[in-house]
């Protein structure tokens, strides 16, 4: 006994210590959602890099064929057909030509021929996925090198596994417009020769009637410019590019003709050979230049053109400036579109901080009361257990550099509750045996054997959930899925292990190694004992009053329909806090009249906080679905929408927004002043002083009242304060918070919602099959659709927003609402291997009456929990604490009124006999 206590000891201080170790040696990584910055999603259309490989396999085969002296009428590839590259000529030899090809230089294709004349290549299937994966991580590489260049420190870029899709987060970003014009084109540049009609035309119905009604195989249609053109324009090109940007070795930002910025470049040397050729062949002929499938210019080929020429674009000098430098980073080798956009304030974030800490806390204050004043020393035990939890949460967390978000604060409170339970049945088990006169050293040895059972499968089902939540979730709520995880598996390690080497620690010195017989201060022995509620007596009443409020809430659904939120249904958030109050229905109107599409607006908080919330819908004017890219740039719209006169003259003026503008945008501006003399100052100052003002304008709510309060911040002088006041100024409002999903996103999420939900109820079928027997695993799931079908009926009552945290608490829902369940069927099971007696009514009221303790003070903590986080979690936490506070009271409610009484039916129609009989048949 005192040996195996030493090395459990020394087991369990060395986790404490490596925990507390890891906390204070790594730290505990921060979300944006509680630190602030931009969290985007980019879809990458991969057809350019297709598009790519086969235009550059298209010059080999031209190549190849005048090496060989073969004559053919054309080679090309067109729209839909990316993949495919068409050889057409009359030459009885072109087409062994072209299969020599296939079996040769270009064996990523295979041959086809379509009739005399008309060969075809096609990218085998397997090499075209290859070019497209490939596509999106070299993009996660140009991102990543463009981002660094622009200065954002600490950037996150990956690619989400197995998609099309780069995640970029930014940290300190709070205006993501240049971030975006940054990593948003793709630089895809290409020179395509234009056919008639040359001016181009206001729709491709018109061009196409200029070839009667069918464009010819080599030409294809390309939008131009709205912003260049003045209008929608459509162009005819032919569709093989003799030159692309891969053809460039030096681009820069000159001077036209006319003063206008222009962008020059210089081509390669086998490039500019070809460039030389084609411009002499073509004179006097359009050389249409676009760039990421778009026309910016339509320049006439006056003279031949070699290495050298400049691109006319009519570009802005900053539009010019981000050109020269994308195409310097590398172009993107796949079309990015914005599918979604999360940026949080500094204000917000610390603000989540604090809601979630003060909720957290009330929740912890509660249980531990509770858990002392009830179980007395034994709750002291269950206490400390609770307390090294948290510990080794976050220094696990630590360790393996998981990141804390605001739902995993969500996570961290609800794991308290969770946790809590496995220490209740341990006692309550404890106290079943002291009832039944067995030595105290017995009862504690055996609380701890029978309880560890039950304990392990309630864990499991909360795994499932956690489990299909990883698979399901996206950034925050993937955080909560990980806290979740964590803290379960600290649980199982400090509720069984160390609780119980405490209590052998405790009877150790109380017996003086064996020699006197031990106490136990556990509680009352007897409260909830002894109950003999006939709960089956009633069944029917309850399944029925069930039923009621299950078609109550589906009625809800049906007629009034959910209330999606932006996760899913696609659009626009937008939170502004102003420095003035400010009228919600009057901004309303003001954007309405410059902004398309439905905006809806309302105040947000208190009204002493100056702030509202801006909706917009994923749609147009005219109901149409818009697309990523018209979404994102509403939300610059609307931000303009809302600046005053004096915003726009002080902008005008070329003074920097304080209230709006990036960290980096502050250090820049101080940086230049000091090179150029303006300032004298130390090469850490702009640093120093753009936090500074970050920090200040976070404590300040998220927006400074004028630039006096940023007077006396850290690293301020006379001189930099004089020269911020004639170069800033504090806007009008500071944005909290943007949240921009594309329809796209919206519904992948939607779909993976609903499969997340059911995936979890088939685990847990699976699980509870494998553990009970099959009519034990369908009263289990017929629980959780019953609960799981309460609260999606009280959301589309009571009208809250369902958006991914409130998926995450469904699914939490699930896992916890089968732990009760859980533990009256491992009562029942003991029962029937004690009695060999089958399910009765009898039975199973013995077995909830005697889980009766167990189950109203579990349910009770974990309430203490909850309601806590709906209380003073904050508008982040709202519907999350909702359907948990929802699932917890239904959920106690099914395990004892609704799981039960559905096993006992199961026996009673004869479905056991008949899949019995079903069985033996096979």
């Known amino acids: 006994m005192r040996d195996t206590i030493k090395w459990r000891l020394l087991l369990t201080l060395a986790v404490i210590g490596l925990s507390v170790f890891f906390f204070f040696h790594n730290g505990l990584k921060e979300g944006l959602d509680l630190k602030g910055g931009v969290h985007l999603v980019l879809l990458m259309d991969t057809d350019v890099s297709v598009y790519n490989r086969v235009q550059t396999d298209i010059r080999t085969v031209e190549d190849t064929l005048k090496s060989k002296n073969i004559p053919y009428s054309q080679v090309y590839s067109n729209k839909p057909d990316i993949n495919t590259i068409v050889v057409e ?91 975006k014009a940054l990593i948003g084109k793709a630089a895809q540049l290409e020179w395509h020769l234009g056919v008639k009609p040359t001016q181009g035309a206001a729709s491709k119905e018109e061009i196409l009637k200029d070839y009667g009604g069918k464009l010819p195989p080599d030409v294809e249609i390309l939008p131009g410019s709205k912003e260049k053109f003045g209008g929608q324009v459509y162009f005819a090109v032919k569709s093989v590019a003799p030159i692309t940007g891969a053809d460039l070795e030096e681009v820069r930002v000159e001077s036209g003709q006319f003063g206008e910025p222009v962008v020059g470049f210089q081509l390669s040397a086998s490039a500019g050979e070809r460039f030389r050729q084609f411009t002499r062949e073509h004179l006097h002929e359009p050389l249409d230049i676009i760039l990421d499938g778009v026309v910016i210019s339509t320049p006439t080929i006056n003279a ?100 804390l978000t605001v739902p995993g604060i969500a996570g ?71 806290t979740l995880t964590v803290g379960l598996l600290a649980n199982m390690f400090t509720a069984v292990f160390v609780s119980r080497l405490m209590f052998d620690i405790e009877t150790h010195i109380r017996t003086g190694g064996g020699k006197k017989q031990p106490t136990i201060s556990i509680g009352p022995i007897h409260s909830f004992r002894g109950t003999k509620i006939p709960f089956m007596k009633y069944k029917v009443h309850f399944i029925v009053a069930s039923f009621i409020l299950i078609g109550i809430g589906m009625w809800s659904v049906v007629t009034r329909g959910m209330n999606w939120g932006i996760d899913f249904r696609g659009g626009q958030e937008i939170q502004v806090r102003f420095i003035h109050p400010v009228n919600a229905r009057a901004v309303e109107a003001a954007l309405a ?36 890219d018209a979404i994102a740039k509403r939300s610059q719209q609307i931000l303009a929408g809302l600046r005053t006169p004096q915003d726009d003259a002080e902008l005008a003026a070329h003074r920097l927004d304080l209230n709006t503008a990036n960290s980096k945008d502050v250090e820049d501006l101080i940086s230049s002043a000091i090179t150029s003399g303006a300032i004298s100052g130390t090469q850490e100052q702009p640093a120093e002083v753009a936090k500074a003002i970050y920090n200040a304008r976070r404590d300040l709510g998220g927006v400074l009242p004028s630039l006096d309060a940023i007077r006396s911040v850290k690293g301020m002088t006379d001189p930099l304060f004089a020269y911020l006041k004639a170069h800033t100024f504090a806007g009008s409002y500071g944005i909290q918070s943007i949240d921009m999903v594309g329809p796209t996103v919206g519904r992948e999420l939607k779909t993976k919602a609903i499969e997340a939900v059911i995936g979890s109820l088939i685990g847990i079928l699976l699980y509870a099959w494998f553990r009970f027997q099959f009519r034990f695993s369908v009263g289990a799931i017929l629980s959780l659709v019953h609960d799981t079908a309460m609260a999606i009926g009280a959301l589309s009552l009571f009208r809250v927003e369902v958006n991914l945290p409130t998926i995450a608490a469904l699914l939490t829902l699930l896992g916890y609402s089968i732990n009760d369940t859980i533990v009256v069927f491992d009562r029942i099971r003991e029962h029937m291997k004690l009695t060999r007696k089958q399910e009765d009514d009898e039975l199973f009221d013995k077995a909830i009456n005697e889980t009766l303790s167990r189950t109203l003070i579990t349910s009770l903590l974990t309430f203490f929990v909850v309601v806590s986080m709906l209380l003073f979690g904050g508008e982040v936490l709202y519907s999350f604490s909702f359907v948990m506070t929802v699932g917890i009271i239904v959920g106690t409610y099914s395990s004892i009124f609704v799981a039960s009484p559905y096993v006992l039916w199961w026996n009673k129609l004869g479905l056991q006999k008949y899949f019995a009989k079903k069985k033996r048949r096979r």
């Open 412 to 482: 961290v409170i609800l794991t308290l509750g969770m946790a809590i339970d496995a220490n209740v049945l341990v006692f309550e088990r404890m106290k079943d045996e002291i009832i039944e006169k067995k030595s105290v050293l017995t009862a504690i040895a055996n609380g701890f054997s029978k309880a560890f059972i039950t304990i392990f499968d309630t864990h499991v089902t909360d795994w499932v959930s956690a489990l299909f939540l990883l698979q399901f979730g996206t950034g925050p709520v993937r955080g909560f899925a990980v």
């Open 89 to 179: 000529g009359k030459d009885p030899n072109l087409g062994l030509a072209v299969r020599n090809l296939a079996d040769g230089s270009l064996n990523n294709y295979s041959f086809a021929s379509q009739g005399i004349g008309h060969y075809t290549l096609t990218l085998k299937s397997a090499y075209e996925q290859n070019l497209r994966d490939q596509a999106v991580q070299q993009s996660v590489e140009v991102i990543r090198n463009r981002i660094d260049k622009y200065g954002v420190s600490e950037p996150s870029i990956h690619r989400e596994l197995g998609s099309n899709k780069i995640v970029v987060e930014l940290p300190g970003v709070q205006d993501s417009t240049e971030i």
């Open 593 to 628: 009249k410059n902004v398309k599409g439905t905006v809806t607006v309302v105040r947000f908080g208190k009204p002493e906080d100056n702030t509202i919330l801006i909706r917009m819908d994923a749609r147009d004017d005219k109901g149409a679905l818009l697309s990523e």
């Open 304 to 403: 031949e053109i070699g290495d050298r020429g400049v691109i006319e674009g009519r570009f802005t000098p900053q539009e010019a400036q981000d050109l020269v430098f994308q195409l310097k980073s590398g172009a993107l080798p796949a079309i990015p579109k914005f599918a979604e956009e999360r940026t949080v304030g500094p204000s917000l974030g610390m603000d989540s901080i604090r809601k979630g800490t003060i909720s957290g806390l009330v929740g912890l204050i509660a249980i531990l009361i509770f858990m002392l004043g009830y179980y007395r020393l034994a709750g002291l035990n269950a206490n400390i257990c609770l307390m090294l939890n948290l510990v080794i949460l976050t220094g696990v967390m630590c360790i393996f550099g998981f990141t």
